[in-house]
């Protein structure tokens, strides 16, 4: 039987995990726009500063699209109708797809959809979970595949952006494809250069993504402004009859078009993931009053220069771009995709401090990497997946023609599931009427599903990849949810329920020490295995004894003034409970501060913290799978240690431990 080493049993709350870092237990939760470093810009500028800090983070995925996703959608068109049908039919697509699926979807409905102020698939989760007044497993697995899809989408943005603005050098004016060889390893070498810079933080960097993706989308804007000229029929495309249009003509080979012509919504779902992080209405004046009229003008421009000039289909981006600003525009294309690969980055780290927070993940090590700013996080082992498994990408598909092929039906699950979820919110939430639900949910369903079963017939052309890598990530989480929950049936099973030890001890008093105890639990109504082991070794009972236990709400964060509770037992014991949101990061030692206030009083450097350790081993007769059992314990066996993770004085902890069977 595989054995693992002890791991920590108490102050794990199996349903709900604390996170990590450096954030006072007390303090505000941080303003809008701090977790990428743009909080000291936005106070200055006000409702200005967030639109342009919206417009740095929020819309870097999707303003990138215009590089590859005009190219693959009339690549295909023309294989079919043909002839000026094929390009007006798809930039009509383009645009109605950034109209129904951003602006419609996004902008109008799911943005309203938020979990007090905060957005995203985790935190919809939370949401519909508290609409319904209880746990449901359907929520919970449509949560859990949300966030291992967007994993799958997080590795392939940064390989397709940057990549996709690198191969720009191929039209480069003078160069003649000599510089074709180096395309790959520059894009892999800038994408390590990035990783790498995360350890740092990029707080002080951040400042200037607003202002270059600015730069960025007026440069879209203005290049497919002046090509509109180019042919000015293309203006039809408009009118959503000329894509309905395509779509009936092609047949089967338009439901193919459609999975490339769903590059350009790529990035969507950030405006409603990142919505904590800036407000509702930036990200809406961001996106209605600046990207979609600069993405809409250069979609049309490319169309419009395809209809002139044929040949500029195979590269219809960087065939726009004149010859007198082509290496500028190429160093601005290339820091726009690294910005938008720094946004998906960012992302992946939040993400995984909420599914750490919300039990869906072992206790990963968090670093804080700004003094000043508590949204700035740094997961090491996120990082380091994230960049491996960008470079395989990167050598593996080798252009972003290749990745193309593997990107969108990531993105499509995602937007499906908050789709799905948002049911539960509208209808026990909102209360809406059946009809205006189905009225609003069958359309948009309809439309996701089209987009999603469209996006699979690129299985074997590599779509495969984030659907396994997701696949991967859900049976992970699976298997640690599922182990914890075995873990603490089992520990309750073998406990004394913690009255009644209290009984026995006012039957028969043990010798008494001087001093507090914290005993860290997940559960406090049964006696915590550290409190069992130390009257049993050492047989004394410290004067006064705190059970605490570390909770995570369905909410992002806790008021301060809600921190903590306080129950008493008796003369010798309280109960602690100390509650934090799914997006705050706990430190016991600065939320204990806070007892003071309410009349539980005790010095940190004399109070002894016990913590239970658990020794798992793996057993053939009960519980998960023998191979499943392994895995949990492979994961127990790397979760971080819960003395740093809950920032309590190394010094000051006593570990007892025992071992369990799952």
Known sequence: MAGAPPQAEDGENPASQPSDTDTAASQTPPSPAEAHGLGHTVGKAGKFGLIIGAIGVVFGDIGTSPLYALREAIAHARDGVGGDLAVIGVVSLAFWALMVVVTFKYVFFLMRADNKGEGGT???????????????ALIFLLGVCGAALFYGDGIITPAISVLSAIEGVKEAP?????LDPFIVPVAAGILVALFLLQARGTAGLAKYF??????????????????????????????????????LNDGFLGFVILGSVFLAVTGAEALYADMGHFGKAPIRAGWLYFVLPCLTLNYLGQGALILAHPGAAENPFWSMVPQ??????????????????????TGAFSVTQQAVQLG????????????????????????????????????????????????????????????????????????????AVLGCLIPFGFIDSVFLTSNLLKIPQGAWMPLVLGAALVLLMWTWVRGTQILSAKTRKDSLPLLDLIEMLRARPPHRAPGTAIFLTSDPDIAPVALMHNLKHNKVLHEKNVILTVRTTDRPRVD???????????DDFKKLVISYGFMEQPNVPKALGVCRKQGLKFDIMSTSFFLGRRSVIASATEGMPMWQDRLFIFLMRNAANPTDFFHIPPGRVVELGTQVSV
Not at 122 to 136: E, P
Not at 212 to 238: C, E, K, N, P
Not at 324 to 345: D, R
Not at 560 to 570: H, K, L, Q, Y
């Open 122 to 136: 985790l935190a919809l989760m939370a949401l519909a979970q508290h609409a319904i007044g209880r746990r449901s």
């Open 560 to 570: 301060p003034a809600n921190r903590v509770s306080i129950e008493p037992i008796s």
């Open 210 to 247: 607003g202002p270059i993706t600015a730069v960025w989308f007026l440069s879209l804007g203005v290049l497919g402004l002046i090509h509109i000229f180019d042919d000015v029929s293309i203006l039809r495309a408009l009118s959503p009859h000329y894509g309905v249009q395509l779509l």
């Open 174 to 178: 003078g160069i003649g494809g000599a």
């Open 324 to 345: 007198v600003i082509y290496w500028p525009m190429l160093a601005l294309a290339t820091a726009a995709t690294v910005i938008a690969s720094q946004a998906v980055i």
């Open 360 to 435: 869906l993940l072992p206790r990963i090590q968090i670093l804080n990497t700004s003094e000043s700013q508590a949204g700035q996080i740094f997961v090491p082992a996120v990082n380091s997946l994230l960049m491996i498994g960008v470079l395989v990408l990167l050598f593996v598909f080798q252009s972003s023609h290749n990745l193309t092929a593997a990107y969108g039906v990531a993105v499509t699950g995602v937007m499906l599931i908050n789709t799905l979820m948002a049911w539960f919110v509208i209808t026990k939430k909102w209360n809406w009427p059946i009809w």
